[in-house]
Every structure is written in structure tokens, then in C-alpha cells.
T-cell receptor, first 114, second 117 residues
Framework: AQSVAQPEDQVNVAEGNPLTVKCTYS??????LFWYVQYPNRGLQFLLK??????LVKGSYGFEAEFNKSQTSFHLKKPSALVSDSALYFC????????????FGKGTRLHILP | DAMVIQNPRYQVTQFGKPVTLSCSQT?????MYWYQQKSSQAPKLLFH???????NEADTPDNFQSRRPNTSFCFLDIRSPGLGDAAMYLC????????????????FGPGTRLTVT
């Protein structure tokens, strides 16, 4: 069965520093991987995805993520954090060739400190 | 702008009183999803429609029903809300079409926060 893990409940980063939000996954086949962000009292907003091709994926608001097949990871990164990046981040995985279900991680709350 | 709209944004209902949440989309996506989200936890999929085909999750209580009268609209009916059903309910859509099924991201509405008194 497919699963996704976000090992950190919360990440604190000083403004201007690089940030990383971790995600690891488990699928039986090849994965489709997604990152979403959620601001308070809002729905989830798509940031980026890995389907195939280049392992480094660039997305919205300066975020990027690197697909690492050997480590089954898809960590979200940004070179320089902004206070406005403070939000709840969800990693999600879909098992290619399986049903339409997408599995979300439990979320990581990112705090950017001014 | 194309979007996913949920109404109302906040809904208060009484214990046991049926309630309907609505979702509409202007994206013309063929897949629509309903999620339940509690206290900043991961969204929990309740069911989804692939065109007119309804797909219920095995652990979704019978208390939750859904209707999709056309491509644009989808409704979530809670027949007898309990205190444990208080949550944020998220509607989402995706294009999921053709042989790259599953590769498309989901577009979420702003959610409806349901309070049960």
C-alpha cells in the first residue's frame, strides 16, 4: 500500500535562511508526488509536482523539490525563506497505475521567524 | 478566473439536522473530490466522482452522501450530523484524463467549516 511520511510536525526557520520540509514515500510502483500549501481557513493550494523527467522540480513562489528515488524522498526547499511562507505544508503521493486515490502526509507547519 | 467555489464558507447545524454543502467549479474538470479535514490534520478523502461514476471510500460513514447533477456542481449531504462531524470540508477537482491518469494536481476550494451544536 502507498504511504507518505512527513517526519516533522513543525519547522522553524529564520527569515532569509534556506528552508527544507521533509517528505518520504512508499509505493509499489512509480510515484507521482505533489506538494500543497494551506494557509489558515483556506483550502490547499498546489505548489509543485514530480511526474517524470528531471529530478529537480521548480514550482510556485520560489519553491522547489528534489525527487530522490534511492532514498524515496521528495523534500521541499526554498533558498531564502519569507515570513509569508509560514503555513501548513502537505506532501502527497499517488501510485502510478493504481486507482485515483492520492495519499496526503499529516502536514508540517512551517514558521518563518522575522 | 477559473476556480472552485464552496458555499457556504461557514455552516452551523444542530445535532441530527441534515445539512448540505455545495461545491461548484468553472474549470470543467471531470473529477471532483470531497475531503474532511480536522484540526490541521491531513485531508481525509470521503469520496470522488470520475465524471458521473461515484467512488466511495470504504471507511466513509453511511451518514455521508454525495450528488453530482452535472459537471460543474457537486453536493455533500450529511444526513444526521454528529458532534464528531464538525470539521472543515474541502471540495477539489482535477483534470485526470487520458493515459497519464493520476498525473494532474488537484484544485481545492476554500472549504466549508461545519459546526455541530
Amino acid at each position: 500500500a502507498q504511504s507518505v511520511a512527513q517526519p516533522e510536525d513543525q519547522v522553524n526557520v529564520a527569515e532569509g535562511n534556506p528552508l527544507t520540509v521533509k517528505c518520504t514515500y512508499s509505493v509499489s510502483g512509480n510515484p507521482y508526488l505533489f506538494w500543497y500549501v494551506q494557509y489558515p481557513n483556506r483550502g490547499l493550494q498546489f505548489l509543485l509536482k514530480y511526474i517524470t523527467g528531471d529530478n529537480l522540480v521548480k514550482g510556485s513562489y520560489g519553491f522547489e523539490a528534489e525527487f530522490n528515488k534511492s532514498q524515496t524522498s521528495f523534500h521541499l526547499k526554498k533558498p531564502s525563506a519569507l515570513v509569508s511562507d509560514s503555513a501548513l505544508y502537505f506532501c502527497a503521493v499517488r501510485d502510478v497505475g493504481r486507482d485515483d486515490k492520492i495519499i496526503f502526509g499529516k502536514g508540517t507547519r512551517l514558521h518563518i521567524l522575522p | 478566473d477559473a476556480m472552485v467555489i464552496q458555499n457556504p464558507r461557514y455552516q452551523v447545524t444542530q445535532f441530527g439536522k441534515p445539512v448540505t454543502l455545495s461545491c461548484s467549479q468553472t474549470l470543467n474538470h471531470n473529477v471532483m473530490y470531497w475531503y474532511q479535514q480536522k484540526s490541521s490534520q491531513a485531508p481525509k478523502l470521503l469520496f470522488h466522482y470520475y465524471d458521473k461514476d461515484f467512488n466511495n471510500e470504504a471507511d466513509t460513514p453511511d451518514n455521508f452522501q454525495s450528488r453530482r447533477p452535472n459537471t460543474s456542481f457537486c453536493f455533500l449531504d450529511i444526513r444526521s450530523p454528529g458532534l464528531g462531524d464538525a470539521a472543515m470540508y474541502l471540495c477539489a477537482t482535477s483534470r485526470d484524463r487520458g493515459r497519464v491518469q493520476g498525473a494532474y494536481e488537484q484544485y481545492f476550494g476554500p472549504g466549508t467549516r461545519l459546526t455541530v451544536t
